[in-house]
Structure formats: C-alpha cells, structure tokens
C-alpha cells in the first residue's frame, strides 16, 4: 500500500495530486533510478528517469522538480518526453550552477530522492480541437536547451495529425540538440546558429523574419521557449509581424505548487505564478525586463560557491 501527499495549490479550490513523496508498506523511500544518459552537447546530457506514476500523469508543457538527495536543492526541469509503457520520464540538463554540475556526476544505476511532478499547467495547445489546430500554421522557436520542452508538443501534435515546423538555435553546431529526433515529428527544420558553423547563420528572430518577409511563410502561432533574451526579442518581432506568440517561463523557483511566489511575473497587469499558473503565457503580455532582473537575484551567491556546494551528498 502506498501512500500519496497531497499539494493543496495556493487558490485552495483545486487539490493538485504530486508524488513528491511515496512511501511503501515498509517504511522505506521510493528513490527515482537512472534507466539512461547520455550526452547531447558539451555540458548538456539526457537521463531517462524511473518514474511511473509521473509518467502516467505527464503532458506535454508540464515540468517536474527533482531533489538528488536529502541536503539537495529543489531543481525545476522541464518534461522532454514521457513514455508510459516503460514508466520512464525524460529530462535534459545543461550544467550551469552548483546542482547541475552535480548531476551530472550521476550515472545510469545512481537515483534521486524526489521526482515531483508533473508540475504547472500542459500546453495550451492541448485544450484546442484537432480540427482547429489542423487549421493552423505553428512555428515552434526552440532556444538551446529549449529545445527540450519543444521536442513533446511537437511530438503530440505530429501524433494528432499537424506538423509543426521548428526553428532551433544554438550558439555553434556542437550545440545543437535533439535535432534528428524533431525531424521525425516536426514539418520542418530550420537549425541556426550564432557562429554560421551549421544551417542559417544568425539569430532565431532573422529566421523567422526571413521566413515570413522573403519566403513568404505565414504562421497563425509561434511557440518560443530559450533563454528569457531569447523569448523577449522573439515576441518583440512577432507583436510586430501581427502573430500570436507563447513562451513557456523559467524563473527561480523553490516549492513548485504556487506556495512560495518566487517565481511571479508579471503579465499584462496582472501577477501570475510561473509554477501553477504556467509556465505558458501570452508573451506579448510578459514584463520580460522585470523577469530577466528576478532571474539575477541569486546569481552573486550562485558564483561564490566552491566546489562540493555545501548540498551534501556522495556525488
């Protein structure tokens, strides 16, 4: 017999049921293995992680928050892929502060102690009628490792019939990932990188503005999930071209069930917590300079850390 917490989200008239922590009928903690890893680009690597019930539950747009042991910090990361049969979930880690380069020492065999999720809301595009999305021209901008959370909605509107087509950046040709498995799902793929070593020289927002004013391409729905910089001049240039456009939000964030507020933003006029209300908005709503100012609070601190963190552990 197994015992589920339940998360009670912040407007207390909806009960959200999260395996933060399943305990068996012995006493003991389910810990979350490492079924596969592997290495996608210089300090960014895919794990399969041993989580059933998550698995089963997950959507496309929706992010899971893993604890690698029990001094380890909360780490958001956004759903990759999900395969029920196997109860696996897929998550891409780009190595960046203390946690991630501590991650990355784990291996295939090694668990975690916490795999909460799924976490926020799936991707709006799933509350849409195939007939209306069948309709639609969707260009999905995929920044870096953005490229990860693209990979599933992609992947879910190819299972209902749409193909999107996906621009992906990177910095170098090195750099660019998951691209084979997206031409498998996606209409087409346009890869770009800043250095011109692989597919379009120059930035994502010079893609698509080729595309649309040289090429001729009109999209109802752009899709764009990177770096906030990234999301914010993407969403600059569609308000300008008259498109529709969604970003999916990656502020700081601690709990993870709308309890803390660390991660607000603020849309339009309004204040919306990335972690139950997100991480999708209407990016021509998002105060983006407000956001990339909170994404820097931590980061004197984040720096001043020496090897070992202080998180504990054996890693």
Known sequence: MSIIYLIINEDLNKVTINRQKIIDEHGGRKMYKIIEKRTLAPQIFLMDIEAPRVAKSAKPGQFVIIKMDEKGERIPLTICDYDTERGTVTIVVQTLGCSTKKMAKYEVGDSFVDFVGPLGQ????????????????????????????????????????????????????????????MKKVAGTVYPCTDDGSYGFKGLVTNKLKELVQN?????????????MIMMKFVCKLTEELGITT??????????????????????????????????????????????????????????????????????
């Open 246 to 315: 969604i970003v999916s939000m990656n502020p700081i964030m601690v709990d993870g069930t709308g309890m803390c507020g660390a991660c607000r933003i603020t849309v339009g006029d309004e204040v919306k917590f990335a972690c139950v209300d997100g991480p999708e908005f209407d990016g021509h709503k998002v105060n983006f300079d407000e956001a990339m100012r909170r994404q820097t609070i931590y980061r004197t601190e984040e720096e001043g850390m020496k090897p070992g963190c202080g998180l504990g552990g054996n890693k």
């Open 122 to 181: 799936e991707s709006e595009l799933m509350h849409e009628s195939i007939e209306d999305l069948k309709n639609k021209k969707i260009m999905f901008i995929a920044g870096g490792v953005g490229t990860a959370p693209v990979y599933p909605q992609v992947k879910w509107l190819s299972q209902q019939g749409v193909k999107a087509d996906v621009i992906i950046g990177a910095k170098a040709e090195e750099y660019v990932i998951l691209e084979e498995e």
């Open 215 to 227: 090429e001729g391409k009109n999209y109802d729905l752009v899709v764009a999930i990177g770096p």
